[in-house]
């Protein structure tokens, strides 16, 4: 189990906010509480961290909400287990556990990347009670039956051949507008050493190839509970990501889940949408959230 100096986050670009932290099954966990208001969590996906949503939470926060931003298990303040901790159960039960230690209600969770599978999970069939609204961008739930596309595929490969993987040059790679030296340093300021990099490093593994590999069944329930979901859900999509692409995934998405209007294209944007485009992606959401119950 290792922990990240906190030498490494001082001064980070366009990042005022103050860590919160709590326990969970012997680690430490990190997360951002900004606001007050009626409360939205947002999850990050691989290999970033709640840095990602620092120009989204301003105009949440400015519109009267409450913003949690928590870092999984393994990235960014958060403690990194070892590579053989990590499944689609415990990172699932580490939201969860947010969720009833922090007694959220009334949600509006908003999910990215990794966030999706992990989130949407958390919101269908482990405590769907707290969830009110869903937001979804760039994301999805895996099946075993989904079928991943070249760049994923060579994503993967590259990670399998590269424990040290460069994580500001891969977040840089996912972004339609190049990153300054400084924010490539904060992606890259959680992972000072390659045995930081376990849970970057695992999470491409853990999607399921085959509808018998682990977590394939607990993603095809979360699917099955969200087609039926008559709670408010809204779908954003970049609309240049080469990862999970606008014109297949995004669209598959839109036509299987019941959103509450069209899907919303972020123009200008990557895989990476709110590193991207945050502040807009934020104004989205609060201009949706003042018309949704």
């Known amino acids: 189990m290792l922990r990240t100096p906190d030498e ?53 926060v400015e519109a009267g909400h409450r913003c949690i931003a928590p870092d999984l298990p393994g990235f960014g303040r958060s403690d990194k287990p070892a590579d053989d901790w990590y499944t689609y159960d415990r990172l699932t039960a580490s939201v969860v556990a947010l969720f009833e230690e922090l007694d959220l209600t009334d949600v509006t969770l908003v999910v990215h990347d990794w966030g999706g599978p992990i989130g949407l999970r958390v919101a269908t069939t482990e405590v769907p009670e707290r969830v009110s609204r869903i937001v979804i961008m760039d994301s999805g739930l895996f099946t075993g039956h989904q079928k991943m596309g070249k760049d994923w595929q060579a994503f993967r490969d590259f990670i399998q051949a590269e424990p040290d993987m460069p994580i500001g040059f891969l977040v840089n790679g996912g972004c339609a507008t190049d990153l300054s030296p400084e924010v490539v340093a904060a992606y890259e300021a959680p992972f000072p050493t390659v045995d930081h990099k376990g849970g970057a490093r695992s999470l491409p593994g853990l999607i399921p190839q085959a509808p018998d590999d682990p977590g394939a069944a607990e993603g095809r329930a979360a699917v099955e509970a969200l087609t039926r979901d008559t709670r408010p859900i809204l779908l954003l999509w970049a609309d240049s990501d080469p990862i999970l692409p606008l014109d297949t995934t995004g669209r598959a998405m839109e036509s299987t889940f019941p959103v509450s209007e069209p899907l919303r294209v972020i123009a200008n944007s990557g895989h990476f949408v709110p590193e991207d485009q945050g502040r807009i992606v934020g104004d989205h959401i609060v201009e949706w959230l003042g018309r949704t119950p």
């Open 8 to 60: 490494r986050f001082v001064d980070l670009p366009d990042f005022p906010f103050e860590p919160h932290y709590r326990g969970w099954e012997g680690m430490r966990l990190a997360h951002l509480d900004e606001g007050e208001g009626s409360t939205i969590v947002l999850l990050h996906g691989e290999p970033t961290w709640s840095y990602l949503w620092r120009t989204t939470i301003p105009p949440l």
